[in-house]
């Protein structure tokens, strides 16, 4: 099967990051300069709203708003009103040399998200879960830049990213206790890959995956670990995909310039951009943070 991306919008954006199809549109964040956007794919309108600082992730909500999770602390933003309130303020465990970066619910609602070091010191960051009532616990911890995260479709699966170990582990989980348990490495990508970084699930419990550096997305298969597919991409930096489209069947990707210099982005205009793929095997609408109705 040969699958070819196709430019959707030209974003231009340093870290596009956290891709969410919702209400028929494309939700995504533009990490550095701290922007929730709205891509409507058919028309090609893009509006933004600004966070306030980094913005690592943002989830829809039950109530019609949106959780974010900026660098140290995670609030509630009414997307038609730009009025944002405060969720959680300064996080235990979220360092100030930290910041949130990926994130997203698990199949009960629950607002998982990973925190790195601004300054990439290795082994200090985490992965935590959040409950509707603003519960926070530490899941995983000695991480490096926590990255993209996903659940299998019959919840019983959780695979993690922790970008540095070019690894992508698979945990079994409990959807009623939010827990995970026996690890195991599901790939370990080499070199010559790039840096795994966000990631989505197909309803066959398989992986998209993008390769940060590696110009490339990659199937790999939910169990075993092989590659099943592997879509060349007209960038480096394949930050993160999501399923979307009236049938799920459209993969859209963002990508990213971070830390490129100037003759590299002459050498990839299009770095930054959003992209489009349609597959054969579709995904999962997106599951929302299941807010506490006691909190608004």
């Known amino acids: ?45 893009n509006t933004s709203r600004a966070t306030g600082g980094f913005l690592g992730c943002a989830v829809p909500c039950t109530d019609g708003r949106w959780l974010l999770a900026r660098q140290h602390d995670c609030v509630l933003l009414d997307w038609d009103t730009g009025r944002i309130e405060r969720f959680l303020g300064c996080c235990p465990g979220v360092l100030p040399r930290h910041r949130f970066n990926d994130g997203k619910c698990d199949p009960l609602g629950r607002f998982w998200a990973g925190t790195m070091s601004l300054d990439r010191a290795r082994g200090e960051t985490a992965l935590f879960s959040i409950e509707p009532s603003g ?58 890959d790039g840096w795994p970084d966000g990631l989505t699930c197909d309803a066959e419990g398989h992986l998209w995956v993008g390769l940060f550096g590696g110009g490339a997305l990659v199937r ?29 069947s459209t993969l859209y990707i963002t990508t990213a310039w971070e830390g490129f210099s100037l003759a590299q982005r002459e050498a990839e205009p299009l770095a930054g951009s959003i ?6 095997t579709p995904g999962f609408p997106v599951v929302p943070f299941a807010l506490a109705s006691s909190r608004h």
Not at 13 to 42: K, M, Y
Not at 237 to 247: I, L, Q
Request: glycine share 10%.
């Open 135 to 192: 519960e926070m616990r530490r899941v995983l911890e000695g991480l490096s830049l926590s990255n993209g995260l996903g659940w299998t479709g019959r919840g019983d699966a959780f695979f993690h990213v922790d970008t540095p170990t070019r690894r992508i582990v698979r945990y079994r989980f409990d959807p009623a206790s939010g827990t995970v348990a026996e690890p195991r490495v599901l790939i370990e990508f080499e070199e010559k």
């Open 275 to 280: 992209f489009s793929l349609r597959v054969e």
């Open 220 to 248: 790999v298969q939910g169990e075993e670990g092989r590659i099943l597919e592997r879509v060349p991409m007209p960038v480096s930096n394949v930050t993160s995909c999501t399923f979307g489209g009236a049938d799920l």
């Open 1 to 45: 099967m040969s699958l070819s991306p196709r430019l959707v919008y030209a974003a231009r954006a340093e870290l596009a990051e956290g891709p969410v199809w919702h209400q028929g549109a494309l939700w995504w964040v533009d990490i550095v300069v701290g922007t929730l956007n709205r891509l409507d794919v058919a028309t090609g309108l």
